[in-house]
């Protein structure tokens, strides 16, 4: 089974300019949950979609980050403009709907380094 | 709303030797608690996590965590370490109040040396 994938693994954008990140979770994943590290910070917690509802989009740090996801599959985190601070490691998880005794276990993906000079 | 501390930032230790690193939270509700592992250029890896029941946990790679509910930690521990085991680990809380999402601390990077 496919883990979580994210797309790009490594952007390099200047300031102003607009970047696009993409995660596809595992199949059948109900929930899924975006986090970024900025460096030398802990990983801090951006939203969380239900399907393809946002359950809690209480971590996104301004109106210039904009998280989708379509018919609840796959979902994008767009940067515009970008800034200076908002470089750092950007992670997707996925987790199945929630079932007493199965888990809560969030699986992550391999992370996208952005980079804004 | 809930924290979690990690007292190390570093962690050096010899081949063999065992390692424990340390993990404190903070939350006014029941949580869920969980250690992941990134080693270098590879995304998070779930290592071992607490649900409920017993309060030893016994993860991947010969890890286990104890949760003390009193001292609000979740150390983590092996018994001897190899140099693959040479990463950063993250402790992590969430909680049914908090629709799981994951509080995170600074991570401790461990260096395994020959």
């Known amino acids: 089974e496919a883990g979580v994938t994210q797309f790009p693994s490594h952007s390099v954008i200047e300031k102003g300019q607009t970047v696009t990140l993409r995660c596809d979770p595992i199949?059948?994943?109900?929930?899924l949950y975006w986090y970024r590290r900025v460096m030398g910070k802990e990983i801090k917690f951006l939203l969380h979609?239900?399907?393809?509802?946002?359950?809690?989009e209480s971590g996104m740090p301004n109106n210039r980050f904009l998280a989708e996801r379509t018919g609840g599959t796959y979902s994008t985190l767009k940067v515009q403009p970008a800034e200076l601070e908002d470089s750092g490691v950007y992670f997707c998880?996925?987790?199945?709907?929630?079932?007493?005794?199965?888990?809560?276990?969030?699986?992550f993906g391999p992370g996208t380094r952005l980079t804004v000079l | 709303a809930q924290s979690v501390t990690q007292l190390d930032s570093q962690v050096p230790v010899f081949e063999e030797a065992p390692v424990e690193l340390r993990c404190n939270y903070s939350?006014?509700?029941?949580?869920?608690l969980f250690w992941y592992v990134q080693y270098p250029n590879q995304g998070l890896q779930l290592l071992l996590k607490?649900?409920?029941?017993?309060?030893l946990v016994k993860g991947i790679n010969g890890f286990e965590a104890e949760f003390n509910k009193s001292q609000t930690s979740f150390h983590l521990r092996k018994p001897s370490v190899h140099i693959s085991d040479t990463a950063e680990y993250f402790c992590?809380?969430?909680?049914?109040?908090?629709?799981?999402?994951?509080?995170f601390g600074g991570g401790t990077r461990v260096l395994v040396k020959p």
């Open positions: 939350s006014s509700v029941s949580v869920y």
């Open positions: 607490y649900l409920s029941g017993s309060t």
């Open positions: 992590a809380v969430s909680s049914k109040a908090a629709g799981n999402k994951l509080t």
């Open positions: 998880a996925s987790s199945q709907r929630q079932v007493p005794g199965l888990g809560h276990e969030q699986f």
């Open positions: 979609f239900v399907k393809e509802s946002k359950q809690d």
């Open positions: 199949s059948g994943h109900d929930n």
